[in-house]
């Protein structure tokens, strides 16, 4: 065997989970899950391969140059999902004419991304998708917006540990149209922004001008990105009808009555990469701005009829366990408790095993978590061990207690004893 210690790690970007890590994991899933069903949400899940040629159409164009992709032995185009909505909309697709619209679903996906891997980046993340299909009214935003926001606060955040700043491609639109922005030049328009603060302004620039922008309308562009509120857009909208500020301020309106309202802030600059939203979109971030994005998503009318389903609307997010957990940390809130509900029988000699067996057997047909010792093992090794593993109860059989015909079960946390007979 060669001691090279670079093989033991993971691939650079992916993950391991020894069984510490993964209780904090499992916290963060248990509670996606919880907080999707107290919600409406149905769970539903596909496979982690998926058509390249499905991913490359969909999603937006820095996912493309992101994805994992490879031939199978039949020379097929295949890849690992770098997200999930590609998949639900062919799912959807596929059986759109015996679904009950709207629906409304939930999936925990591992993705995988071939990115730069800096904080709250990596290669392999778990997500948990929120999307609703077949609903035009903003309910369907309130919904998942609210749905993912439960899930902070049951990780045990606050309201004022994050934001979700909201805007809407649609109302951009409006926007720019006002500024004589034409609207086949909006699309690519969109994804030039959503380089803001990622690329110098002269490179959007240079994008803009791309998107077939003039030149003497960028600084118009560019000034619709200082926007802070919603009467600035109302005012630079000149009393011009807007279905799609109606519907922001509908959606903020929900999301206030469901007791959110402080955590919700319009912001102009919220566009997202992903080519296929055209609506409402959001993303969530620690107040302090100190992370990446926690969730995000939005609405995408289109998706369903590009994949080749009739045309129907959607509204989903997507909320990954990477920067939740960085901010878990942050807040001292990483801890779990999961090993303190189990108990660990030990005995002394190979004589007790055969007691220590029908105790465990026991205790297990009555529900409870229970580690039988492996060998038998000195009182002294055994309690420590117990006390080391976190064990709520900790029962240790010598030959003393077979001949007294009682065994007693100690209280890790108290150290109380019980008497249990024999
Ligand atoms: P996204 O913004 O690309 O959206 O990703 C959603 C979330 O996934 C991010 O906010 C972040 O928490 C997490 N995430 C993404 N990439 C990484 C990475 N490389 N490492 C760690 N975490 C990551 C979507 O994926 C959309 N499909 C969401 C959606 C669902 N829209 C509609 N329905």
């Known amino acids: 065997m060669s001691g090279d210690k670079q093989s033991l790690a993971a691939p650079r970007g992916m993950r391991d989970f020894y069984p510490d890590e993964m209780a904090l994991q499992c916290r963060i899933t248990d509670t996606w899950r919880a907080s999707a069903e107290r919600y409406g949400f149905q769970r539903y899940d596909a496979c982690v391969v998926e058509s390249l040629d499905l991913l490359k159409r969909k999603a937006g164009e820095e996912i493309v140059e992101q994805i994992y992709a490879f031939k199978d032995k039949s020379d097929r185009d295949l890849a690992l999902r770098p997200e999930m909505t590609p998949t639900l909309a062919r799912m959807v697709a596929a059986r759109q004419g015996s679904l009950d619209l709207p629906l409304k679903w939930f999936a925990i996906a591992q993705c995988f991304r071939y990115e730069r891997t800096t904080r709250g980046r990596k290669r392999e993340h778990y997500q948990l998708n929120l999307d609703i299909i077949g609903e035009p009214a903003v309910t369907a935003e309130t919904e998942v917006i609210a749905a993912a926001v439960d899930a902070l606060l049951q990780l045990g955040l606050s309201l004022t540990d994050f934001r979700v700043r909201i805007s809407s491609r649609a109302l951009l639109g409006d926007i720019l149209a006002a500024s004589g922005i034409p609207i086949e030049h909006h699309a690519a328009t969109f994804l030039a922004l959503d380089k803001r603060g990622k690329l110098p302004d002269e490179k959007i620039a240079e994008l803009l001008t791309e998107a077939g922008v003039a030149s003497e309308a960028q600084g118009g562009v560019f000034d619709v990105l200082g926007l802070t509120d919603l009467d600035q857009v109302r005012d630079l909208l000149k009393g011009r009808a807007s279905a799609a500020l109606a519907e922001l301020e509908a ?154 015909g009682t065994v007693r079960i100690k209280n890790m946390v108290t150290r109380e004893e019980e008497p249990l007979p024999v």
């Open 251 to 404: 959606c903020c309106t929900g999301l206030t009555a469901y007791g959110l309202g402080d955590a919700i802030v319009f912001d102009i600059s919220v566009i997202r990469g992903l080519a296929y939203y055209t609506g409402i979109v959001f993303e969530a971030f620690d107040t302090e701005g100190k992370l990446r994005a926690i969730f995000g998503g939005g609405r995408y009318d289109n998706l369903l009829a590009s994949v080749g389903g009739r045309p129907q609307t959607g509204v989903g997010l997507g909320f990954g366990d990477v920067v939740v957990a960085e901010l878990l940390a942050e807040r001292g809130l990483t801890g779990s408790d999961e090993a303190r509900g189990r108990i660990t029988v030990g005995f002394m000699t190979i004589d007790q095993q055969p007691i220590a067996r029908r105790m465990a057997a026991t205790l297990r047909s009555q529900g409870e978590q229970v580690d039988l010792a492996l060998h038998p093992e000195k009182p002294r090794a055994f309690f420590a061990r117990a006390d080391k593993r976190r064990f709520a109860k900790a029962a240790y059989i010598g030959p003393d207690d077979v001949t007294q």
